[in-house]
């Protein structure tokens, strides 16, 4: 048990048995099972006397890093432990390694929210602009931080990392600047911030997707505002499958995103590149509360996609599809979303329960195609024609 001692010893902080075992001719550059030296074990405590022997006796072991790529100084700033930090720089640690996953040390102070350790890391030159494998860098997880219970600090570090030149409109491997993080996480604050320093708003992601797609993708109402209302963001910007921010918000179910962008004049009939309107998607998700705003709002749910569906069509055709997509789980209330958007539709146009789609098939017709003896009994109640054909060229 000889080779746990030291490590047990610095994590005790027991000074006199760390003499001891250094007297004692003992292996130091020993990695335990994490591939952590005896180092590592003293980025726990404030005292910085067992790492003054360790580093006294041998200095090589200050940038050894673990299996997961941590040095002690990494430890020490993932704990907030500005002594230890404080130490490790003035002893030559290299503030640029990075772990496995290319965070640096700023990366690492930023998503811990420690702003002490600011200061002391720049001071020793710690890189603040370098990017991990996912292509984001330490001004992007600021950014979405402040949209955190207690922004103050991730708004304190954006401030610093702004000021010590980062750029605001560096792009992750996603193409998404800081700003489109910020939207994505409701961070107000960090828009106005970022913003003010001279970020884009308007830009675009790999996908064609803005800061206000994803605001609406999260249903962040207030964000969604101020993007529209303050920064100028179109209300009909397109991805690459020609979605507007309004489908992302009834796709994702976010009926108050939704009615704020319907509030905004976002277009309710407008088609994407299959065709679909707001009024699909809303089917499609058996999502009533959006398709009554939509209809508040003067959406025609009598526009065909090009497959040649209404919206009618999409939700009796999504059931058999949900079916399949979750076949261990309960589809009552998924169920109960699809009838209630069929029943509230024909409650409105009832003469329309026999309409057909591009392949001459009723609502009925599809019903009965998928099995689905409960919307049968819904759309017969409803007065759909039992005997009704289907016309083929044949």
């Not at 080779?3 to 047990?8: A, G, H, N, T």
């Not at 320093?197 to 996908?207: E, M, R, S, V």
């Not at 090009?306 to 069509?313: A, L, N, T």
């Amino acid at each position: 048990m000889l080779d746990m001692l030291l490590f047990e010893a610095c994590q005790k902080v027991d000074i006199e048995q760390i003499k001891y075992l250094i007297e004692q001719k003992y292996n130091i550059n020993q990695l335990n099972e994490q591939g952590r030296t005896a180092l590592h074990y003293c980025c726990d405590h404030q005292n910085i006397d067992c790492a003054r022997l360790l580093l006294e006796y041998d200095n090589s072991i200050i940038n050894i890093k673990d299996n997961e790529g941590f040095s002690a100084l990494h430890l020490a700033c993932l704990n907030g432990n500005y002594i230890m930090v404080k130490y490790f720089c003035e002893q030559g640690a290299d503030v640029t390694l990075v772990d496995n996953e290319l965070h640096s040390l700023i990366h690492w102070i930023t998503v811990c929210g420690h702003l002490d350790l600011f200061d002391i890391l720049v001071q020793y030159e710690a890189p603040v602009h370098t990017s991990d494998i996912y292509g984001a860098f330490p001004i992007h997880y600021a950014s979405q931080l402040c949209g955190n219970n207690d922004p103050a600090k991730s708004l304190a570090i954006l401030k610093k990392l702004i000021d010590n030149n980062a750029d605001v409109n560096c792009l992750d491997e996603q193409k998404r600047t800081p700003f489109i993080w910020a939207a994505s996480a409701n961070a107000i604050d960090a828009l106005r911030i970022l913003y003010k320093a001279g970020a884009n708003p308007l830009h675009t992601d790999k996908d064609s997707l803005t800061a206000l797609h994803c605001a609406a993708t999260c249903g962040h109402t207030s964000c969604i505002r101020m993007l529209i209302e303050l920064y100028g963001c179109s209300i009909e910007s397109e991805d690459i499958n020609g979605c507007t921010p309004l489908f992302y918000a009834i796709t994702l179910e976010h009926s108050n995103a939704c009615r704020v962008l319907l509030d905004l004049k976002a277009n309710s009939n407008h088609k994407d590149n299959r065709g679909r309107t707001p009024s699909h998607c809303a089917a499609l998700k058996g999502n009533i509360n959006c398709l009554k705003h939509l209809i508040e709002c003067n959406a025609d749910i009598w526009i065909k996609n090009k497959r040649g569906d209404y919206p009618i069509h999409e939700a009796i055709n999504s059931i058999s599809l949900s079916k399949l997509r979750n076949k261990n789980n309960d589809l009552s209330q998924l169920q109960t979303g699809y009838f209630d958007v069929v029943r509230y539709i024909l409650q409105l146009y009832p003469k329309k329960v026999n309409i057909q789609n591009d392949e001459h098939r009723t609502p009925l017709h599809l019903a009965a195609s998928l099995g689905d003896i409960s919307m049968c009994k819904l759309l017969i109640e409803c007065g759909a024609r039992v005997n009704s054909f289907i016309q083929t060229k044949a």
